[in-house]
């Protein structure tokens, strides 16, 4: 499987469930809390009137003339999300698109801002250029990763599979 920003993202929440991912075992669509969080981007896309624009095999929610936006239901872990939108910046770029992101939070928790700002480096870019290394060899391993065990297991889609 070819790295999106799904993996980019999964990759630092759990190595395992970026693993699973990776090799197509997909339990989100069984999972309440993913579906509050589709239903909520939905609702959000419709207010502003923008679509999702598909580039190759990322999805970037909206396309202004000075950012690519990523909307996420909450702050929980940004950042993944971070990561997740230097790697949809890399790829534009690769199309000779440049943009800065912006990531608009729908529900803070963990922090008070509701948007927040990246800018693809010529470090970052290195960075990312690894970490996507990494998750190819992750996920064309064969052992799959330990159970991370934390408070936040309890709500992921994975959550099953793992322990029960």
């Given at each position: 499987?070819?790295?999106?920003?799904?993996?980019?993202?999964?990759?630092?929440?759990?190595?395992?469930?970026?693993?699973?991912?990776?090799?197509?075992?997909?339990?989100?669509?069984?999972?309440?809390?993913?579906?509050?969080?589709?239903?909520?981007?939905?609702?959000?896309?419709e207010k502003s009137k923008v679509h999702e624009l598909a580039v190759e095999n990322i999805r970037i929610d909206k396309l202004t003339q000075e950012y690519l936006v990523e909307i996420k239901k909450s702050d929980a872990d940004m950042e993944a999300v971070q990561w997740q939108v230097l790697f949809y910046l890399h790829i534009l770029k690769q199309k000779g698109i440049n943009r800065k992101g912006k990531i608009e939070v729908l529900e803070t928790k963990k922090q008070a801002k509701k948007i927040h700002y990246v800018e693809l480096t010529d470090v970052l870019e290195d960075d990312l250029l690894q970490l996507i290394q990494d998750i190819e060899s992750l996920i064309s391993g064969t052992l799959v990763p330990d159970i991370l065990d934390k408070p936040t297991c309890k709500k992921c889609a994975y959550y099953e599979y793992c322990y029960l």
């Open positions: 499987m070819k790295v999106n920003g799904t993996l980019i993202n999964y990759y630092f929440h759990c190595k395992r469930q970026c693993y699973l991912a990776g090799n197509r075992l997909n339990l989100e669509d069984n999972s309440e809390d993913v579906q509050i969080g589709r239903v909520l981007h939905q609702l959000e896309l």
